[in-house]
């Protein structure tokens, strides 16, 4: 039941991402190779990092191409269709949200299943959750918005966290992948419903 739960929400995550990456694409008005570009960096971008820092190769795509071709397949369809949502960027920030919150709970949960450290898959986790959206806007050409003042890492964090601490309390691994997901899009729904933002730094003067 969980393998089974965690691949459909990987999956899923996947194409999320994918298609946030083909928006982007869409928004710069890019050629069918750019929408491939963005879509395969967006959707295997995080998860590929986390796989190169706990050294787990071959990484993922390598072993199993059907990434790199569903990803591929998102960027055909939508370089064809992405005209037809109304808000491009609203329809991109909700399903990056999910897409964050899926791969954050899914790259804890694979750091744990090699008996890594709690701590170390939490980190492992935000990683998966936000480094493809972090690669998206930088060959998109937009300002990362990790730098923004959305709350956006925060909301990885708190997914992979509910996940770990869940699982370390013995709760079932169903329960915890669904609550982990759960908790981070809520804050980052939440965050961009009311448009809230972490505290920024603020310069003072010296006295």
């Not at 491009?88 to 299943?113: E, M, Y």
């Not at 936000?130 to 050409?141: A, K, Y």
């Not at 908790?183 to 933002?197: E, I, N, P, Q, Y």
Request: charged content about 10%; aromatic content about 12%.
């Amino acid at each position: 039941m969980l393998e089974n739960l965690a691949q459909v929400l990987d999956w899923f995550g996947l194409v999320v991402f994918a298609t946030t990456g083909a928006l982007t694409a869409s928004r710069n008005q890019m050629d069918i190779f750019g929408f491939a570009l963005l879509a395969t960096v967006t959707g295997i971008g995080g998860g590929t990092i986390r796989d190169v820092l706990l050294g787990r190769l071959p990484i993922f795509w390598v072993q199993d191409p059907t990434y790199l071709m569903v990803c591929v397949g998102v960027a055909c369809i939508l370089f064809f269709t992405a005209h037809i949502p109304q808000s491009r960027i609203r329809l991109l920030l909700w399903l990056d949200a999910i897409g964050l919150s899926l791969f954050a709970v899914g790259g804890a949960k694979l750091a744990l299943g090699l008996d890594i450290h709690p701590f170390i898959a939490i980190i492992m986790g935000v990683i998966t959750g936000t480094f493809g959206g972090i690669i998206r806007d930088i060959l998109g050409g937009e300002k990362p918005v990790v730098l923004s003042q959305e709350i956006y890492v925060s909301a990885a964090l708190l997914a992979a966290v509910v996940f770990v601490v869940l699982q370390s309390f013995n709760v079932s691994a169903d329960w915890s992948l669904a609550l982990g997901f759960i908790a981070g899009f809520a804050v980052r729904a939440t965050a961009l419903v009311w448009h809230w933002s972490l505290p920024r730094y603020q310069p003072r003067s010296r006295s």
